[in-house]
């Protein structure tokens, strides 16, 4: 992010000079070069500062636990599109494991790593699945029953549906405004791997999928991460996960 600073102008007196010359050439002299050493600890200082309040957000986003009060959700939480449905309209699978009272709504709790990590990968234990088809991996999420079966999610090297490498989630702040890519997110469920990401590894933005967007306050961390991703192929094609994240970022 690139924030605009105010900073006072830096005012150099040299009443002296205009009263003997020879003291005016020191005077001149002294006062340049702490004018000189002034503006450049200024220019490093500010550059430091827009380093760390701008650009690339590299750490963990802290997942706060989702809940759902009267007819609102709060936290983290997902959400699955049926097969020819919209993001804005639904229609949602309904859940009947979910503890909401609108069951469309699956609530998240951050996992043993505290939630989704910027800048390296968080790849699922192996096995991944237990006998029963119930995701493992915990280090994101903590995995969620969903229709009997626990899932979850992860982020690897390897895009488990092509096969192909893919980058790390990354994200970038710009003036309070989140944008970036969580390619490699991959959803594990019943014994199958599911890529929900944006956009998808080879760079599309198939049907239901959408950017990352989010908010970001630097002061105190608190942000919040939005993306859709459609599944392609397999038994849940044409399906579009909906995944909300908030909670407090923390640079690594």
């Given at each position: ?10 005012l150099v007196l040299l009443a002296a000079i205009a009263a003997v010359a020879l003291v005016a050439a020191g005077c001149s002299s002294d006062d340049d070069g702490s004018s000189s050493d002034t503006s450049e ?212």
């Amino acid at each position: 992010m690139t924030r605009t600073r105010t900073h006072r102008a830096l005012l150099v007196l040299l009443a002296a000079i205009a009263a003997v010359a020879l003291v005016a050439a020191g005077c001149s002299s002294d006062d340049d070069g702490s004018s000189s050493d002034t503006s450049e600890a200024t220019s490093e200082t500010t550059a430091a500062d827009d380093a760390t309040a701008s650009g690339e957000l590299v750490g963990t986003f802290g997942i706060d636990p989702g809940a759902f009060e009267g007819a609102e959700a709060t936290g983290s939480y997902f959400r699955m599109v049926q097969s020819g449905g919209t993001v804005a309209d639904g229609p949602f699978v309904p859940n009947a494991d979910s503890t909401a009272s609108d069951q469309t709504y699956t609530l998240l709790e951050a996992g043993t790593d505290g939630g989704l990590v910027a800048g390296s990968f968080q790849p699922g234990p192996d096995p991944l699945f237990d006998a029963d088809g119930n995701a493992l991996a915990d280090a994101i999420i903590a995995p969620v029953t969903f229709f009997g079966v626990d899932f979850s999610i992860l982020t690897a090297e390897t895009d488990a549906e092509g096969g192909g490498s893919v980058e790390a989630v990354s994200i970038t702040d710009e003036d309070g405004t989140l944008s970036g890519q969580t390619t490699a997110v991959t959803a594990a469920y019943g014994g199958s791997e599911f890529n929900q990401g944006a956009p998808k590894p080879d760079g599309s933005t198939p049907g239901e999928t959408t950017a990352v967007t989010g908010t970001y306050d630097p002061e105190t961390g608190a942000y919040t991460l939005d993306w859709a991703s459609q599944i392609v192929g397999g038994s849940f094609d044409g399906f579009t996960g909906v995944w909300h994240l908030e909670g407090t970022f923390t640079a690594a």
